[in-house]
């Protein structure tokens, strides 16, 4: 069964800091990846997605993630932290038929 | 920018109740699914909806469970008798296509419902 495992269920950055929320995969067919974030009192919003080609994606936001299939990881990064990025982000694998299947989640906060 | 809607936004009802909770999904969408998340815990999946009829479902969507396409906009999904576990948020998302150029979900607002 495909499943996905968030390491940290907090992070907490400074404001320009570099961020970093950690995503792992567990796959046995090649997988379509997925990032998105969650605003209080607010839906998903997919910030990016990866399918095949290039394993490094763009989101919105500034957000990136690199889809790494040695390290079966799919890491999400920002350089400069904004407080408006402050949210609850959630990695997601797409299994079988269509049905998204969601990390725990890690709520990054963001100090100023 | 076409968006997935959901009503009401919040939903309380007594246990043993029927509610009914609305979306009306991106137009030109053809795939259609709820999820739940109960609050501090992760987004579960219910139900997929393809073509008027459910292409998948979880082991969460139990008999007491059920979705509609009532016309061709709103996309609903039923629950006969609330308890008390099903108090959550229920977020409706729809999509383009599957498996993947066209299969990015679009997520509604949700709508929480509290059971009492």
């Known amino acids: 069964a495909q499943s996905v495992t968030q390491l940290g269920s907090h992070v907490s950055v400074s404001e320009g800091a570099l961020v970093l929320l950690r995503c792992n995969y567990s796959?046995?067919?090649?997988?379509?990846l997925f990032w998105y974030v969650q605003y209080p009192n607010q839906g998903l919003q997919l910030l990016l997605k990866?399918?095949?080609?290039?394993?490094l994606v763009k989101g919105i936001n500034g957000f990136e993630a690199e889809f790494k299939k040695s390290e079966t990881s799919f890491h999400l990064t920002k350089p400069s932290a904004h407080m408006s990025d402050a949210a609850e982000y959630f990695c997601?694998?797409?299994?079988?038929?269509?049905?998204?299947?969601f990390g725990e989640g890690t709520q990054l906060t963001v100090n100023p | 920018e076409p968006e997935v809607t959901q009503t009401p936004s919040h939903q309380v009802t007594q246990m043993g109740q029927e509610v009914i909770l609305r979306c009306v999904p991106i137009s030109n969408h053809l795939y259609f699914y709820w999820y739940r998340q109960i609050l501090g815990q992760k987004v579960e999946f219910l139900v997929s909806?393809?073509?008027?009829?459910?292409?998948?479902k979880s082991e969460i969507f139990d008999d007491q469970f059920s979705v509609e396409r009532p016309d061709g906009s709103n996309f609903t999904l039923k629950i006969r008798s609330t308890k008390l576990e099903d108090s959550a948020m229920y977020f409706c998302?729809?999509?383009?296509?599957?498996?993947?150029?066209?299969?990015?979900?679009?997520f509604g607002p949700g709508t929480r419902l509290t059971v009492t």
């Open positions: 909806f393809y073509n008027n009829e459910i292409s998948e």
């Open positions: 990866y399918t095949t080609g290039a394993t």
């Open positions: 796959s046995s067919v090649p997988p379509y």
């Open positions: 997601a694998v797409e299994t079988s038929g269509s049905r998204l299947t």
């Open positions: 998302a729809s999509s383009a296509g599957l498996a993947g150029v066209k299969s990015e979900q679009y």
